[in-house]
């Protein structure tokens, strides 16, 4: 019964990370890209800031980090990663379909294997399958017939490298407190976006409250419940199968794309986003090596 409650609290994330893609391309069309990377930022600071006692039950947290110095280091580090990801993510956005950019920026969880070799951890055979499968995928869903690839599918490309190198700072840093931590990048990312907003972009304040929806969305449920949620269902849950629920959000993003935008995908992405999903499952999947 516990596990059955994790998985849909799960589940649950993946749904409410899916739908923030509808919700990042909509708020396009009031504001540019560094504004709502800026206030979606912000706004899901303060979240978890409010969430902190919550969060602080739920994980048994009794006191304050020792460590405040390796703390802010941590957290301006993968801010500064989540800026630049969310960045390429949401310009990226602007260029291609929700469907595709769900799936593409899925890729980050085949992409860390990949960069921790640099690091001297191997994987599993799986892992380098799985690497295989995704690059053919990529190949249907984003390489047209002149092999040429299309400027937002690159971009979005790009965002799930940076997210791979997100989550492989986050995983340096796994020692700290990871809520405050996660507080402090939101903060960092949001700050880093501020000064761009306002020279490059010069949004007004009707625009912003036009966007509000949107922005309210991606900050308070993409980033504070769908996280809040993460914590309380992978408490119980085996992390292989968390992984694998998880990866539904590039799922619920086609699928919202094409009952909210009315955005279609052909045949040959279908079967590049099939592929590519494919391949995340296999990733995640682990294997025992058969002992005499």
């Known amino acids: 019964m516990k ?30 890209p560094f504004t709502f990377t800026c206030i979606r930022n912000f706004v899901a600071a303060l979240t978890l800031y409010l969430l902190l006692p919550v969060l602080d039950k739920i994980t048994g947290t009794t006191k304050k980090p020792a460590d405040q110095k390796a703390l802010w280091i941590g957290g301006i580090a993968c801010g500064c990663a989540l800026c630049v990801a969310s960045m390429f993510q949401q310009v990226g956005i602007m260029y291609t379909t929700v469907g595709k950019a769900g799936f593409l920026t899925a890729l980050y969880t085949v992409i860390v294997p990949i960069l921790s070799l640099f690091m001297h951890k191997k994987s599993n055979w799986n892992v380098y399958v799985a690497v295989g499968i995704s690059m053919i995928g990529m190949y249907f869903l984003s390489v047209t017939e002149d092999f040429s690839i299309a400027y937002g599918d690159a971009l979005v490309m790009v965002c799930a490298f940076m997210f791979a190198i997100h989550i492989l700072v986050i995983d340096h840093f796994s020692f700290l407190d ?17 000064i761009p907003m306002f020279v490059l972009e010069h949004p007004s304040m009707q625009n912003i409250i036009d966007a509000a929806v949107p922005i309210l969305y991606s900050g308070i449920l993409s980033s504070g419940a769908g996280y809040t949620l993460q914590i309380v269902g992978q408490k119980d849950a085996d992390a292989s199968i968390a992984g694998m629920i998880l990866s539904l959000e590039s799922v619920f993003a086609a699928l919202a794309g094409a009952v909210i935008l009315h955005e279609s995908l052909s045949s040959r992405e279908l079967f590049g986003c099939v592929l590519v999903f494919g391949a995340i499952i296999l990733s995640q999947m682990q294997f025992k090596k058969e002992t005499k």
């Open 3 to 32: 596990h059955m409650k994790s998985n849909l609290l799960l589940a649950l994330a993946a749904f409410i990370w899916g739908i923030a893609f509808v919700a990042q391309s909509v708020s396009m069309d009031h504001i540019g």
């Open 178 to 194: 990871g809520i405050r931590m996660s507080c402090i990048q939101f903060f960092t990312a949001g700050l880093l976006c501020l």
